[in-house]
């Protein structure tokens, strides 16, 4: 029996239809509704099939009240109904429906049209039925049921969403023609109520039913008529649909390779192409097109994390980026700001903050890590600015310590009970190892592991270490197999995206434009140089057995007690042998100085080493280092080179350290052979730094520089870089000596200066205002102007002294962060030189000879890495595989090596395919990009691939963005790969790359995808949910205070308290303070002092929730899929 009304609760409307149209199959069937979907035609598809005619009218709700009385948008209906299909799940079953529909709609039965003529809010399903009886001959056709109400034609109308429709009929059944409740409502109309009750029966039941079929009637032909008086004011949609359909990902229509590696792109980079929600107000920083963009990702990724590394090449206006940030909480907001930044840039800080009119304090990292630092001044802090951020790769460092204690304080929050905000500055935030980047990110996690499990990385430590793994056997960049991480917290310009992505950039209404860089090789005979002792002398240093380094290979078998430590410890000694070797090399090439110099202090080292063994003293290496620092002689005299073991036994604290030290078994070892070993280095070390003594007079390296700078330098402001202070101290003496005063007449007696760690900060500070006044804003600095500059490293960072065009390399930059960090000093934007020289000093004949060498000790040094038995802290002083090409690319003035070890050195990554992006976007429409449906696909041929790449969006839990996740699936493996940059290697094409589709079983691999994707999510739920990972000192002393506890030695409220914060996330100062308070315990076991000082730190330091919060679990229909294609060999 068909209900009158249907709310969908106790009568489904889907079935209401159904029931209808099979009574009327072979008639017309007219809808008008407001929204149509896929999943309102699969409910009652069957029988749709079977009706003669039908007729489909579409009408728009208002998206808004200022919409009410307008005429609807064709084109914002036809995206809303591509919305509706983009949600159905790409599925074999929905896109076998999809084509049944679009069979459907091609036939001549169906019309379709569009009520352009206001906005069409009404819902009506109309059935028709052969006529009954002579007479309307004509009109073989009537009509036979109406329902109008609520409910549009879609899924949720037809059976889910709680509606109300009003159901009309022509033909009222048998069973209906007496209704006692409907004629007791009706009895109050007639004056003699009971007269109807008794006289009911007058009145007979074929005209009860026809009374009552004439209202139904009535009902059914008015809407019948305002059905057709809007159809007839409509305009067609047929073909508009069946195309919307069709170009849908359940549609036939073929997109290219390129438009869903564009759609891929756009989607992705969305958020980025926006305008800024975070605008404050005016801003006195003025910044370019490409560093607005940076500061408002910036401003997102700081709402989202808290932290944001500006990781903009060396050059690129970091500094202003931070300066805008730095306006938007410390002048608009009027939060605490604190800049940490080298000594030597707190001077720049604090004139350009006053410049915008911020209030912040600049304190120099050095000062930080140094005792008795007052940590008040910055505990409170809203906003901490770390400029040069990769001073903080150490977490063992006290600087580190300090200012990680500094983050921890009031719970984490400034002054304004926020949450305190970090932004890093460094173009090279990875120096040696991915943990230089993991240390300073911890900065701001505080060890939370999960802190980024929204970007869908469920444990940071276990990232780090894969990626790292990734690193080694893979040959990858640190930005390759970091990209996902990165993405979330990094922000990056580098030469080449600004170039092609703001082509027209301007600052203060100036075009940016970058200097041509330029490398020029300058040649000298390192064979010369030595007077033919070079082959000699490399001999002599392959020979050396450097043995105090390796002490393990001393050890008798019968002493060793753990055979896994005893070979991570020999493996370990070996890489330093071959590390002290390769630095031998290194500094032969840079001077024959510095060279004399390490084989000075080696033969010191060890003739004192032979000697505390001949008093049966033995020590290891690392503590007999941290011994010779008591004396610490001046670099710049030279003592004669022999044992000072009688002045360390005379030095009070040296003769204490050794009395501290774990005293060896002297009977472990082999002391013999160690003896032996250790005279015959003294001896060979004396021989080589007597022989090398006259050579200083003949140094034809020298003296090609003097060349140089007399020749085709003359006149121009010169920078030279040195890697050693002894080099630099050497190159300036005998640039500025007595017998130089011919050579200076001939180069135009230019002024030459010299900077390394040993000038005093002032000292730096005037040396930096006389060589570059205009970069440095000291035009007016006293003195007479600097020509020729002398550095170190020490100067490769943060510093601006663009008034130079030139720069010399005058030894071999074995690290290609070096080489990228001393060039940003010259290279910089607004650089008033159109090209950039870049001199590099190598050795004529010897090159190969020397890196063949140096390119030996690093295989081996590698190759015990391959077994886990090297830390970190070693391999940050080997050399790189890579390098060796590098330098060799550089002596050939390749110049794209610059850019290169610039994007490898500097993290790049996301830029590049923003880049990609932009360009096509400039090239294309950007509204013909945003047009293209979700969930299109292609298909391209990569050779040795056969997979299948599927992009995915689900929201944030916060709400605040999407979440991305980006898949390569192997159809033979089924090995899932999601680092999104490596993904877009593969799909990554041109406009013309043909398309290619595969056989490969997408929806197979589309499920396989999508469980790996719910798998990953229920594994980072899972350890959200799980206890937190702490470091060991935080259990130790939490089973102490509960030990204390069960003995009732303890207040226990306090001790409840103090031992929930000791279950939190910390960072490294919380641990060094909680082992400080053990280790007195450990003496005293005074239980309530204990407790005492924990509790102290859980007052200042407990959080009050933790960091990353749970969203909402991820579920299937959460998952959108963007687009994606068959990737096939």
Request: aromatic share 8%; charged share 30%.
């Amino acid at each position: 029996m068909i209900p009158f009304t249907i709310d969908n609760a106790d009568h489904r409307l889907a079935d209401v239809l159904n029931e209808l149209l099979a009574r009327v199959a072979g008639r017309p069937f007219d809808v008008a509704t407001a929204y149509f979907s896929i999943s309102g035609y699969r409910l009652v598809r069957e029988k749709l099939h079977a009706v003669g005619s039908f007729r489909l009218l579409i009408g728009s709700d208002p998206q808004t009240a200022t919409d009410v009385g307008l005429k609807p948008n064709q084109e914002l209906l036809a995206k809303r109904l591509a919305g509706d299909v983009e949600v159905e799940p790409f599925t074999e079953a929905t896109l076998r429906l999809v084509e049944e529909l679009i069979a459907f709609l091609h036939a001549e039965k169906v019309e379709v049209r569009l009520y352009d003529q206001g906005f069409l809010h009404a819902k009506a399903y109309l059935f028709h039925h052969d006529s009954v009886g002579t007479h309307n001959r004509h009109d073989r056709l009537q009509p036979y049921a109406a329902i109008v109400g609520s409910s549009n034609f879609t899924g949720p109308g037809l059976v889910s969403n709680r509606e109300l429709n009003l159901v009309h009929r022509v033909i009222t059944p048998d069973e209906e023609a007496v209704d006692a409740e409907a004629a007791e409502r009706v009895g109050y109309l007639v004056a003699d109520a009971a007269s109807v009750r008794t006289d009911a029966g007058s009145i007979g039941h074929d005209e009860r039913r026809l009374i009552k079929s004439e209202v139904g009637a009535r009902a059914v032909s008015d809407l019948m008529r305002w059905f057709e008086g809007r159809w007839d004011e409509s305009i067609d949609f047929k073909a508009a649909l069946i195309e919307l359909l069709d170009a849908s990902k359940f549609g036939t229509k073929q997109y290219t390779p390129y438009e869903v590696y564009i759609k891929a792109l756009f989607e992705y980079f969305k958020d980025e192409l926006g305008e800024d929600s975070l605008e404050l107000g005016r801003s006195a920083v003025d910044l370019a097109e490409f560093q607005e963009d940076a500061v408002k990702k910036a401003r997102r990724i700081l709402s989202r994390y808290d932290g944001v590394l500006i990781a903009d090449s060396v050059g690129l206006g970091k500094t202003w980026i931070g300066k805008k940030l730095l306006e938007d909480f410390a002048y608009h907001r009027r939060q605490k700001a604190v800049v940490i930044c080298p000594a030597s840039l707190r001077d720049m800080w604090h004139r350009e903050l006053a410049t915008a009119t911020i209030a912040a304090q600049v304190v120099g990292m050095e000062e930080l890590g140094r005792d008795g630092f007052d940590m008040s001044r910055i505990g409170d802090a809203d906003v901490v600015l770390i400029d040069e951020s990769h001073n903080f790769r150490n977490g063992k460092s006290n600087r580190y310590i300090a200012l990680d204690e500094a983050i921890q304080r009031n719970g984490g929050r400034g002054r304004d009970g926020e949450r305190k905000k970090l932004i890093m500055l460094s173009a090279t935030p990875i120096n040696n190892d991915l943990y230089d980047l993991a240390n300073q990110i911890n900065l701001f996690t505080q060890n939370e592991p999960d802190y980024f499990r929204d970007a869908g990385i469920g444990d940071l430590r276990s990232y780090f270490r894969h990626a790292r793994r990734q690193m080694t056997q893979y040959d990858a960049s640190a930005g390759v197999v970091l990209f996902n991480l990165l993405e979330e917290i990094m922000v990056r310009n580098t030469r080449p995206y600004i170039r092609a992505a703001y082509p027209n950039a301007t600052i203060g209404g100036k075009l940016v434009v970058f200097p041509d860089r330029k490398l020029h090789t300058v040649e000298y005979s390192l064979g010369e140089t030595y007077c033919g002792l070079y082959t000699q002398v490399v001999t002599e240093i392959e020979r050396l057995s450097l043995a105090p380094y390796q002490l393990e290979s001393y050890r008798k078998k019968e002493a060793i007690r753990d055979q896994q430590e005893h070979e991570w410890e020999a493996g370990r000694e070996i890489a330093l042998v071959g590390i002290f070797k390769t630095r031998f090399l290194k500094r032969l090439e840079s001077s024959i100085h510095a060279f004399r110099e390490s084989l000075r202090r080696a033969l010191v080292f060890e003739e004192t080493y032979l000697d505390a063994v001949l008093e049966h003293t033995v020590v290891s290496s690392r503590d007999f280092h941290r011994l010779m620092r008591f004396l610490a002689p001046d670099e710049e005299d030279e003592p004669a080179a022999g044992s000072v073991y009688e002045e360390l036994d005379a030095h009070a604290l040296a003769r204490d350290y050794i009395a501290g030290l774990d005293k060896v078994d002297l009977n472990a070892f082999h002391l013999r052979k160690l003896v032996r070993d250790v005279e015959e280095d003294v001896k060979l070390l004396r021989d080589l730094y007597q022989r090398t003594e006259p050579l200083a007079q003949r140094d034809g390296k020298l003296e090609r520089l003097k060349e140089l700078l007399a020749g085709e330098l003359k006149g121009r402001k010169v920078l030279i870089f040195s890697s050693y202070k002894d080099t630099s101290r050497y190159v300036h003496r005998e640039l500025t000596s007595e017998h130089g005063a011919q050579w200076r007449a001939s180069a135009g007696e230019p002024h030459i200066r010299r900077i390394d760690s040993g000038n005093h900060p002032d000292e730096r500070g005037n040396i930096l205002a006389l060589f570059a006044p205009v970069a440095s804003g000291k035009e007016s600095a006293e003195g007479q102007p600097i020509d020729v500059l002398i550095s170190t490293d020490v100067l490769s960072e943060g510093q601006n002294l663009q008034d130079c065009g030139v720069l010399i390399n005058y030894d071999l930059t074995w690290n290609p962060i070096r080489l990228v960090q001393r060039n940003g000093r010259i290279d910089r934007l607004g650089s008033p030189h159109a090209n950039i020289a870049i001199y590099n000093m190598f050795p004529e004949d010897e090159l190969e000879s020397l890196l063949h060498l140096v390119e030996r000790l690093a295989s081996r040094i590698l190759t015990i890495d391959s077994f886990g038995l090297l830390d970190a802290s070693i391999l940050g002083e080997s050399v790189h595989p890579r390098t060796f090409n590098t330098l060799r690319r550089i002596r050939d003035e390749d110049g794209a090596v610059l850019d290169e070890e610039e994007a490898r050195a500097e993290l790049a990554g996301p830029e590049l395919l923003l880049k990609h992006l932009k360009e096509m976007l400039n090239q294309e429409a950007g509204e013909s990009v945003a047009d293209l449906p979700l969930g299109i696909h292609s298909g391209l041929r990569r050779q040795n691939c056969h997979g299948m790449f599927f992009y995915f969006q689900a929201p944030r839990p916060t709400g605040d963005g999407k979440r991305h996740f980006w898949r390569y699936i192997d159809a033979k493996t089924l090995e899932i790969e999601d680092n999104r940059y490596e993904i877009a290697q593969r799909i990554a094409c041109q406009r013309d790359e043909p398309r290619y589709i595969g056989d490969q079983n997408v929806f197979a691999l589309q499920e396989k995808v999508i469980e790996q994707i719910f798998a990953m999510e229920r594994e980072v739920e899972a350890k959200a949910a799980a206890p937190p990972t702490v470091d060991p000192i935080q259990q130790v002393v939490s089973e102490e205070l509960k030990d204390g506890l069960r003995r009732q030695a303890i207040d226990r409220e306090v001790a409840k308290e103090t031992i929930r914060f000791l279950g939190q996330a910390m960072g490294r100062s919380l641990h060094k303070k909680l082992k400080e308070a053990y280790d007195v315990w450990s003496t005293d076991r005074d239980d309530v002092g204990l407790l005492s000082i924990v509790a102290a730190m859980a007052e200042e330091f407990s959080k009050d929730r933790p960091v990353s919060e749970g969203g909402a679990i991820l579920g299937r229909s959460d998952l959108a899929l963007v687009c994606f294609e068959y990737v096939t060999g």
